[in-house]
């Protein structure tokens, strides 16, 4: 059929051509009878009756990206040419049309050409194959073209299955396993040993079968290595985790040697050494002796020694046994003496120390290197015992006033933030906490949504709260739960709890290349009624690009599914959920309770997380292995957390500052090695020249305690001082060189547990406590500044000064923006809040009350 924009149609009559074809399309004369039709690109005579001749036909061609593709075709004699594709012929506008002729045989040649874009291609893509044709005529008739098939091109990231590691016995044959990722065109499969490209025509030992497996006929000692599939095609390379394949050999005896001759003792020896071949790589020793004896005749005995020379050998023997048994006593005294007195001095410290932990906080203890947000105690050294993880918070009483102590009042001018609130005076009490953790559990697990709620009173901070509000907190962990004023309604009692849940917890499940970049989250009873949102704030671990991704805010359900509630940057104001992201923390603005996680999926290549690296040994070594662990993990509070309490029942020690790695959405694995070991003292039982994590062991974000071991051995005992270099690195992609230089005896470093326990805020405070801002005064600032000024002095800029101007939609969607920028300052400034800087804001904004927070009891 031909095309309609083209308004041609061709009718038969009579054995005749009847023709109509317009001249602004085809450049024809219209002319209409019964004889043939007049062109403006006319035959020549002796050619007018050959069909047209594909010179170039359109062929099958992969979109990759959102480049497009060009589709051409020639053709000769033609006068015109067209596109038709899946069916539809092509607009004309969009043909490419050059002309030329022949030179040998004087025919005109026709050439067209058809860019085809992605966006076309998926209008259609699940439904059936995207194809083009094209169509050529002359004054005798028409010719069609092949198809050409238009296929938008990829590579999946996750591989259908890939090689495991083995350890594989001399000449015996080896198959790794390699299934590639799906792909149009199909992946070709490589495959590498230590990065080397493998090639069976250079090695007949390697084979690589039809289906992409890696077989080596007989395994040598070369050949042990790690080994990596590898698989490409016209958009992407993907490499497969490396298999470490260990070629071993097992030990074999050599003959006997001839019997010695016999000895005093009148015994002969013979000997054989395990050398045919010699053990290596892993391989099994002999079995059985390799010194053999056998009594001699008493013809071939010699003379013995005298009597008097025996009873002096035993003399000897036993007074050095005496002196070593005495040695070991006194030791042992001595050692009990140390004990005893150190025992003393930490109880005298407790009693010390004991006294001065107000209102339940837990003071700071002394350490090497402080976490990225907790502030350090100057008098921490003075403080010399663990702090009391159960200490709760005691009742607020007293005057109303700023947490921080004034002394001292200020006469003020009366202005409006002066002003008397109505219904006269407040009395306000704290929420208390319940008595016994354990109860408090039972409680909400008892509860058919709280049946997965882990009884974990370590990880849970809990409280009772009122229309004051509160702060829930989980030390050490970055996570936090605001609850403000007035988001309890007035007349209601909740009980809160605040949770992180571990993996063996709750699994979150993930999609494709989604990524884990939270922890997971939960704060409840969910359905509880809140009047204003409370403020979640939690750690993140990417480079906060969001050009670079796309950040989802995700919610369990009742039903235990979990659903996207909040994409970031696209936040909907009318939304039950808001997010104010910053470089190391997410801060959730929800109205309703539950079990949240933020998930990532990468938009480009350059988007990355951040790893924090954390190298561990043991605090006291008996033997010649030394090993070291180097854990790479999401850099969160709660996973350092984590990871201090497991290395510290492993009893192990960290030894140096944590360091921060960007790791990339590259598809490349990150690798580990160790350098630099003084060869005389030390080597390292590594065979390879470096450890590697598969990439999606770590994007995934779901194994929360990677890590990797080196295991050194040094020549004796005698040895402690250790130099090396550690490496960590992602394949073309961004490294840390370590330098370590340090004794392994004699450290004298404090515990790990003191570099965490920086952190000493009280798990729970409820009412005035909690907060930096004293009611009463967070009354007055609202109330002046939530009515719109024709200056602007009002919330508005309080929010510009305070560098929160880019949520001031979501801020001028609540009935008291004012409060809302308040509670997102108390979120961020709990640690570190400072009143007078806020009282400073105030002042620029114009309220010369801002020293209102500087008041007296009889104001309070």
């Known amino acids: 059929m031909m095309p309609l924009h083209l308004a041609p149609f061709v009718r038969w009559r009579s054995g005749l051509v009847l023709a109509w074809i317009c001249l602004f399309t085809f450049g024809f004369t219209c002319v209409g009878g019964e004889h043939a039709a007049t062109v403006t690109h006319p035959l020549p005579a002796a050619f007018s009756d050959l069909l047209p001749n594909f010179l170039v036909e359109p062929d099958d061609v992969y979109i990759v990206k959102n480049k497009p593709v060009t589709l051409t075709c020639r053709s000769t004699p033609a006068t015109q040419i067209y596109f038709k594709c899946n069916g539809e012929w092509v607009h004309q506008d969009q043909h490419l049309i050059e002309r030329d002729v022949d030179p040998a045989t004087g025919l005109p040649v026709m050439q067209v050409k058809i860019d085809i874009s992605r966006q076309q291609v998926e209008k259609i893509f699940g439904l059936e194959d995207y194809w083009c044709q094209c169509v050529a005529w002359s ?10 098939y238009v296929r938008i091109a990829y590579l999946r990231k996750n591989f259908e299955e890939e090689p495991l590691g083995k350890e594989v016995a001399l000449d015996q044959e080896v198959l790794l396993r390699c299934h590639p990722p799906e792909g149009v065109p199909p992946a070709e499969v490589e495959w590498q040993r230590n990065e080397e490209l493998i090639d069976p025509k250079t090695d007949p030992n390697f084979f690589i079968t039809e289906d992409h497996n890696l077989i080596i006929k007989q395994a040598r000692l070369a050949d042990t290595g790690n080994y990596t599939c590898v698989a490409k095609n016209i958009v992407a390379r993907r490499k497969s985790s490396s298999a470490t394949v260990i070629v071993y050999v097992d030990g074999g005896w050599s003959e006997w040697s001839k019997w010695s001759p016999c000895g005093v003792d009148c015994t002969m020896w013979r000997s054989r050494e395990c050398t045919q071949p010699t053990p290596g790589t892993r391989g099994k020793d002999c079995q059985g002796l390799d010194l053999q004896s056998l009594n001699c ?18 003399v000897g023997i036993v007074a050095v046994a005496l002196c070593l048994t005495l040695l070991l006593i006194i030791l042992v005294l001595v050692y009990r003496r140390k004990k005893e007195g150190l025992d003393a001095d930490v109880a005298d410290s407790s009693i010390l120390t004991t006294g001065f932990q107000p209102m339940g906080i837990k003071p700071s203890k002394p350490g090497v290197w402080a976490p990225r947000r907790a502030a350090r105690s100057k008098n921490s050294h003075l403080l010399t015992i663990q702090p009391d993880l159960t200490t709760t918070t005691t009742s607020y009483q007293g005057s109303l006033r700023s947490r921080h ?20 005076s407040h009395t306000l009490h704290n929420g208390k906490l319940p008595s016994d953790p354990n109860a408090f559990m039972d409680r909400l697990s008892s509860q058919t949504y709280f049946k997965t709620l882990p009884r974990d009173t370590v990880n849970t901070s809990y409280g009772t709260f009122n229309f004051l509000g509160g702060r829930l907190t989980l030390p050490n962990t970055g996570i936090s739960l605001l609850i403000p004023p007035e988001a309890i309604p007035r007349g209601k009692i909740y009980e809160i709890y605040l949770t992180v849940q571990k993996n063996e917890d709750m699994r979150l499940p993930l999609a494709g290349c989604q990524t884990l970049l939270s ?18 704030s939690m750690d993140h671990c990417f480079d906060a690009c969001l050009e670079n991704w796309a950040i989802r805010l995700k919610k369990q359900s009742y039903e235990g599914t979990w659903e996207d509630v909040l994409q970031l940057g696209e936040d909907v104001v009318s939304e039950p959920y808001y997010c104010q992201l910053e470089a190391e923390t997410c801060r959730v603005f929800t109205e309703q309770l539950g079990r949240f996680a933020l998930v990532g999926e990468s938009l480009s290549m350059a988007a990355a997380k951040r790893l924090k ?62 350098h630099d070991m003084p060869q005389t003292h030390w080597r390292s039982k590594l065979l390879a020249g470096y450890q590697e994590i598969p990439f999606y062991h770590i994007w995934s974000g779901s194994q929360r305690t990677l890590h990797c071991t080196f295991t050194l051995e040094r020549q004796n005992l005698s040895i402690c001082d250790l130099t090396c270099t550690l490496c960590v690195w992602q394949v073309e992609g961004e490294g840390q060189s370590i330098s370590l230089d340090f004794n392994i005896s004699k450290d004298i470093r404090p515990l790990d547990s003191d570099f965490l326990m920086m952190d000493n805020c009280t798990p729970a405070l409820a009412g005035p406590s909690a907060f930096q801002i004293p009611y009463l005064i967070r009354q007055k600032i609202c109330s002046s500044l939530d009515a719109p000024c024709p200056n602007g002095a009002d919330w508005r800029l309080l929010a510009q000064r305070l560098k929160l101007d880019r949520h001031m939609s979501f801020f001028a969607s609540k009935s008291s923006p004012t409060s809302v920028i308040l509670d997102l300052w108390e979120a961020q400034h709990f640690h570190s809040g400072n009143l007078n800087q806020l009282a400073a804001v105030m002042a620029e904004i114009g309220k010369q009350e801002a020293m209102i927070f500087l008041v007296s009891d009889g104001e309070c």
């Open 297 to 314: 005749t008493s013809e071939q005995c010699p003379q013995t020694a005298s009597g008097a020379e025996d009873v002096a050998l035993y």
């Open 139 to 148: 004054t005798t008739g028409t010719q069609k073209s092949q198809k050409a």
């Open 613 to 674: 690296l954390l190298l561990f040994a043991p605090a006291y070594c008996s033997t010649l292995e030394y090993n070291i662990r180097v854990y790479c993990m999401d850099d969160t509070q709660d996973l350092l957390k984590e990871v201090m309490q497991m290395e510290r029942q492993l009893g192990g020690r960290l030894i140096d500052e944590p360091h921060v790695l960007l790791f990339k959405d590259s598809y490349h694995n990150l690798r580990l090695s160790i």
């Open 405 to 424: 102590e004034v002394t001292g009042k200020f006469s003020m001018s009366n202005g409006p933030l002066l002003e008397p609130l109505p219904n006269g």
């Open 519 to 536: 922890p997971v989250v939960s704060c409840g009873p969910p359905g509880v009624v809140l009047t204003r949102p409370v403020i979640l």
